[in-house]
């Protein structure tokens, strides 16, 4: 993989390219690839699925272990490291462009990193997206929209009545 000089592609994104034919020969996608810390350790997350029905504990263990090979021969990161493969999940969170134009209509959990009039989280409709703006529109109810600064959040996940 190619370069311009003085830049570099991050962790994530090396990891996530060597791992993308198998995951396509498999017939699954990646929701999201982080690599990031936690406490004393280093993890390596790849979260998988696959339409319509999601993914099973088989199809994670097979895709680790083939990715887990691959990551051995490649040795892309230069720490120790946890790899982990999973789904995720029924509330996922949404970071990426397509993460919310796929959810538009769905309910979602806003949770800010700064409270505003001393509220922290907010559960509405997904109704608009703006990538360049990073700004999302939820409505609360049918008389209250609200805008949210992307990254004045500490998160945005699907939100799920039945949790």
């Known amino acids: 993989m190619a370069q311009p000089?003085?830049?570099k592609q991050n962790t994530a994104a090396v990891c996530e390219a060597?791992?993308?034919p198998v995951a396509?020969?498999?017939g699954i996608y990646f929701w999201d690839v982080v690599f990031e810390k936690e406490g004393a350790g280093w993890y390596l997350r790849y979260y998988i699925d696959k339409d319509p029905d999601g993914?099973?504990?088989d199809t994670c263990e097979a895709f680790s272990r083939a990715v887990s090979d691959l990551l051995?021969?490649?040795d892309p990161i230069e720490q120790s490291y946890c790899l982990e493969v999973g789904s995720p999940g029924v509330e996922r969170r949404l970071s990426k462009s397509w993460h919310f134009k796929k959810y538009m209509g769905c309910d979602v959990l806003v949770r800010l990193i700064r409270p505003v009039d001393g509220v922290r989280e907010f559960v509405g409709e997904l109704?608009?997206?703006d990538g360049l703006s990073g700004i999302i529109t939820?409505?609360?109810d049918e008389d209250l929209?609200?805008?949210f600064m992307l990254d004045e959040t500490a998160f945005v996940r699907l939100y799920d009545q039945a949790l």
Do not use: F, P, R, S
């Open 5 to 7: 000089k003085g830049k």
């Open 18 to 20: 060597l791992a993308a």
């Open 24 to 26: 396509e020969q498999m």
């Open 55 to 57: 993914i099973d504990l």
């Open 72 to 74: 051995d021969a490649a």
């Open 127 to 129: 109704i608009g997206y």
């Open 138 to 140: 939820i409505e609360l």
């Open 145 to 147: 929209e609200m805008d």
